[in-house]
């Protein structure tokens, strides 16, 4: 394997040096570039270019070119809570009252 870098029993570093260094860049860029990305369970992932829609993708593996963005968006049950807010009734009388509101999103209309 590193017999090419071996002429006459002299090492060739410079040949050695330029391509590790050739290498750790093709590393960099697989790495900034990957294009595999993941939308976890219970997410929808929104794909955008250029900031228009251009798809839904649902749980699971996908391949994202580099010039396409994802968004991903939690399609769960929630619940946003709201303890003792402060109010008045119709003839001013101070009332305080908790909630709680159950939301989600429908997955088809993530976009």
Request: no cysteine; charged share 15%; glycine share 8%.
């Given at each position: 394997m590193f017999n090419r870098y071996v002429k006459d029993g002299e090492i060739n570093i410079p040949k050695a040096v330029g391509e590790g260094l050739l290498m750790a860049f093709v590393l960099v860029l697989a790495v900034a570039f990957w294009p595999v990305r993941t939308v976890p369970t219970g997410h929808r992932g929104v794909v955008t270019v250029g900031g228009k829609i251009s798809g839904i993708q649902n749980e699971g593996f996908m391949l994202l070119l580099p010039w396409e963005k994802?968004?991903?968006f939690n399609v769960r049950a929630e619940e946003a809570a709201i303890k003792d807010a402060?109010?008045?009734?119709s003839d001013?009388?101070?009332?305080?009252?908790s909630l709680v509101v159950r939301y989600s999103v429908v997955p088809a209309k993530v976009a």
């Open positions: 994802l968004s991903i402060d109010g008045a009734t001013q009388q101070p009332v305080k009252t």
